[in-house]
């Protein structure tokens, strides 16, 4: 677990921890030394003093150290939907690789043929 490292960094004892989870400081300096697990209740207090995952917390390799903000999580689904397909992306890397005329002709006749919104379509 990170606990020492966490506590550190954010310059507090283990007496402030123990007191902020209500329990003894023997027992939080047990969570430190892995000697002692903490239940899920006392992690999830863990991570929201320490302002990090549950999986940072345990050391879960890979593992975000801060939580996914509300408007984070919804900058994600939006980039989910607007992901670029697999065709596209094969354009941009096919652009960075041509010259100036090329990518000029390409997106000339791009533009030629691009269809209306659909929503333009419908009015």
């Given at each position: ?98 010259d100036q005329r090329a990518r000029e002709d390409a997106l000339a006749t791009l533009l030629a043929h691009e269809v209306p919104d659909k929503k333009e379509h419908l009015a």
């Amino acid at each position: 677990m990170n606990l020492l490292k966490l506590r550190t960094e954010k310059g507090t004892t283990q007496k402030d921890v123990a007191k902020y989870l209500d329990c003894n400081e023997t027992v939080y300096a047990r969570y430190e030394r892995e000697e002692r697990a903490p239940s899920f209740d006392t992690l999830i207090k863990l991570a929201e003093y320490f302002n990090t995952t549950i999986d940072y917390l345990l050391g879960v390799e890979g593992a975000l150290r801060h939580p996914i903000t509300q408007r984070e999580l919804e900058l994600l689904r939006l980039f989910e939907k607007e992901a670029l397909s697999d065709f596209e992306l094969r354009m941009i890397d096919a652009s960075r690789r041509a010259d100036q005329r090329a990518r000029e002709d390409a997106l000339a006749t791009l533009l030629a043929h691009e269809v209306p919104d659909k929503k333009e379509h419908l009015a």
